[in-house]
T-cell receptor
Framework: DVKVTQSSRYLVKRTGEKVFLECVQD?????MFWYRQDPGLGLRLIYF???????EKGDIPEGYSVSREKKERFSLILESASTNQTSMYLC?????????????FGNGTRLTVT | QKEVEQNSGPLSVPEGAIASLNCTYS??????FFWYRQYSGKSPELIMS????GDKEDGRFTAQLNKASQYVSLLIRDSQPSDSATYLC???????????FGTGTSLTVIP
C-alpha cells in the first residue's frame, strides 16, 4: 500500500511564526503536491514538484514556499504565518509518467494560526 | 470556466437506494478520471478510477465515462449510511503532472 505520511495531524501556531509542514511518501513517486482545503472552496493547489529540487507554483502560492531535497520528502513552508492560512493542508503524491496513476493523499494537517 | 464541475448537492437518498453523482470536465485531452470519498475531517481516499469509455464496476460502485460528452459519473447501489461523505471527482490533465478536482458533492444516506 502507498503510504503518504504528514508529520503532524494538528498544529497551532502564532501569527508571524515560520511553519514547516513535512510530507514523506514511500512509493518512489516523482510527483508530490501540496493542497489546502477550505469549506466551500474545495481543494486548491499550492505547489507541486515533479523531481528533486524542482517546484512549480499552483493556484495559490502566495505566502508559501516549498522544498524538495530528496525524492521522498516534500516540505511546505509558511514564511510568516497569518490567520488566513488557517486551513487543512493535504500532501499527495503520484507517478509522473504513468498516466493512469491516481493521486494518493496523506492524512492531512489541520493548521490553526492564532 | 472551471476545469471540473460537480453538482454540489447536498444529495440525500434513503438507505438501499441508488445514489448518482455527476461530473463534467473541460479538458478534452484528459485521459484518467478518479472518484475520491472524503469523510468529514479526513483526507480523500480513492474509491474508483476509470480510463476508458463505458462502465466500470467495483462492488456497489459503478463509474461511467463518456469522453465525447466530457462526463463522468459515479453510481452507488444499495446506499448505506456509511456512504455518507463528500465525493470528489478528479481528472488528470494531459501533461500528467496536474490533477483537477471538483468542489465535491455531499451525500447523506438516510437510515
Amino acid at each position: 500500500d502507498v503510504k503518504v505520511t504528514q508529520s503532524s495531524r494538528y498544529l497551532v501556531k502564532r501569527t508571524g511564526e515560520k511553519v514547516f509542514l513535512e510530507c514523506v511518501q514511500d512509493m518512489d513517486h516523482e510527483n508530490m503536491f501540496w493542497y489546502r482545503q477550505d469549506p466551500g472552496l474545495g481543494l486548491r493547489l499550492i505547489y507541486f514538484s515533479y523531481d528533486v529540487k524542482m517546484k512549480e507554483k499552483g493556484d495559490i502560492p502566495e505566502g508559501y514556499s516549498v522544498s524538495r531535497e530528496k525524492k521522498e520528502r516534500f516540505s511546505l513552508i509558511l514564511e510568516s504565518a497569518s490567520t488566513n492560512q488557517t486551513s487543512m493542508y493535504l500532501c499527495a503524491s503520484s507517478f509522473l509518467d504513468r498516466g493512469n496513476s491516481p493521486l494518493h493523499f496523506g492524512n492531512g494537517t489541520r493548521l490553526t494560526v492564532t | 470556466q472551471k476545469e471540473v464541475e460537480q453538482n454540489s448537492g447536498p444529495l440525500s437518498v434513503p438507505e438501499g437506494a441508488i445514489a448518482s453523482l455527476n461530473c463534467t470536465y473541460s479538458d478534452r485531452g484528459s485521459q484518467s478520471f478518479f472518484w475520491y470519498r472524503q469523510y468529514s475531517g479526513k483526507s480523500p481516499e480513492l474509491i474508483m478510477s476509470i480510463y476508458s469509455n463505458g462502465d466500470k464496476e467495483d462492488g456497489r460502485f459503478t463509474a461511467q465515462l463518456n469522453k465525447a460528452s466530457q462526463y463522468v459519473s459515479l453510481l452507488i447501489r444499495d446506499s448505506q449510511p456509511s456512504d455518507s461523505a463528500t465525493y470528489l471527482c478528479a481528472v488528470r490533465g494531459w501533461t500528467g503532472n496536474q490533477f483537477y478536482f471538483g468542489t465535491g458533492t455531499s451525500l447523506t444516506v438516510i437510515p
